[in-house]
């Protein structure tokens, strides 16, 4: 990625991906019907995933289990299952300053950060917001006529490390 594929645009090159990175034993998600791997989004990292897909949703029904309506990080095919007790879930900014912390001790590496928002039900700016507060200053923007993806060349000359 750094070095013979580095003017290819990101998408035409391979990259060790992590679906649902966030559902980790390693980070209390215990059931086997929920959690997808062992090892943390920090242990996945550590070991050269540099795809992430995370999943947020919106669970905004505190009156259900006396919690705040938050962005979680949840494994559910709809956000009423993450208001379950049963059902884990994690807060989508915990995750965001796990991967940030990563990056700060990672200056050199790029990451690409999948985000299946198919099921935040218009709560797409707050989530934006939540990504910018959090990862801002790590998010390469793409010019406004965009036409394909950046190379890793054009990332790391634009001092960033999260597409």
């Not at 797409?124 to 965009?146: K, Q, T, V, W």
């Amino acid at each position: 990625r750094y070095n013979i594929s580095k003017f290819e645009p990101i998408n035409y090159v391979s990259w060790l991906s992590s679906h649902n990175a966030y559902s980790a034993f390693n980070q209390g998600f215990t059931s086997p019907l929920y959690a997808n791997h062992h090892f943390s989004i920090t242990d996945q990292l550590n070991a050269g995933v540099r795809h992430l897909e995370l999943d947020p949703h919106f669970a905004g029904f505190p009156y259900f289990i006396g919690r705040a309506p938050a962005l979680r990080l949840c494994h559910a095919s709809n956000s009423f299952l993450c208001e379950l007790p049963t059902y884990e879930s994690r807060l989508f900014g915990f995750g965001l300053r796990e991967i940030a912390e990563w990056l700060i001790r990672n200056p050199g590496e790029v990451i690409v950060i999948k985000l299946d928002d198919g099921k935040l039900n218009g709560f797409e700016e707050p989530m934006r917001i939540e990504i910018d507060n959090i990862l801002g200053p790590f998010l390469y923007r793409p010019p406004a006529n965009f036409t394909r993806w950046p190379t890793m060349r054009e990332i790391k000359m634009a001092k960033k490390q999260v597409v």
